[in-house]
């Protein structure tokens, strides 16, 4: 069992307007690529799952010629508010760095 975060180069979270956030998921090549999607472990129903939204809510992108899932959620709260605990959405993708993933 590895990480979701030793198959790849990047993973970052960021705003994408005040009331959505992005995830950025890029693998470091086309194998690691294959391994975590073969795993179906990631998926649209997982982050619904982890980050208590409606499976509705979810916008999961898949771009095999640049290696890339791409993912949108509404925000929690929205960015700014009061209750806001990261304005920039920077720290929301914690829970995908470690995420166990069973490849080949």
């Not at 956030?21 to 693998?27: G, K, N, R, Y």
Request: hydrophobic letters at 40%.
């Amino acid at each position: 069992m590895r990480e979701l975060c030793e198959f790849t180069k990047l993973i970052r979270s960021k705003n994408a307007g005040p009331f959505e956030l992005t995830f950025d998921i890029m693998f470091k090549d086309e194998n690691c690529f294959r391994e975590v999607m073969s795993s179906g472990k990631l998926s649209a129903e997982l982050i619904a799952q982890l980050y208590r939204v409606d499976r509705k809510q979810v916008r999961f992108w898949v771009i095999e010629s640049l290696l890339t899932v791409k993912i949108s959620i509404p925000r929690p709260v929205f960015s700014g508010d009061v209750d806001d605990t990261d304005v920039y959405g920077g720290q929301f993708h914690g829970p995908l760095v470690r995420l166990p993933v069973e490849a080949d």
